[in-house]
């Protein structure tokens, strides 16, 4: 059963949207606030019915 999974330094989300396909809840962390808005585009666009926009800048 899966669980939730931490994707650091997740970039354009690539990682953490295959995770949410398989059944995991993700949450992707990055420094850059540019590149989590493109992890976020990436997220509605694979899994729209799953995903919940939350992501996280280190800065």
């Known amino acids: 059963m899966p669980g939730i999974a931490v994707d650091s330094a997740c970039g ?6 295959a ?6 809840q993700t949450i992707g962390v990055d420094q850059s606030a540019e ?5 976020r585009q990436v997220a509605r666009d694979r ?3 799953r ?3 939350t992501t ?3 800065r």
Request: proline content about 4%; charged content about 10%.
């Open 12 to 17: 354009t989300g690539r990682h953490s949207a």
């Open 19 to 24: 995770l949410t396909a398989y059944g995991y």
């Open 35 to 39: 590149i989590l808005e493109v992890a």
């Open 47 to 49: 899994i729209p019915s």
């Open 51 to 53: 995903t919940a926009g």
């Open 56 to 58: 996280a800048s280190t």
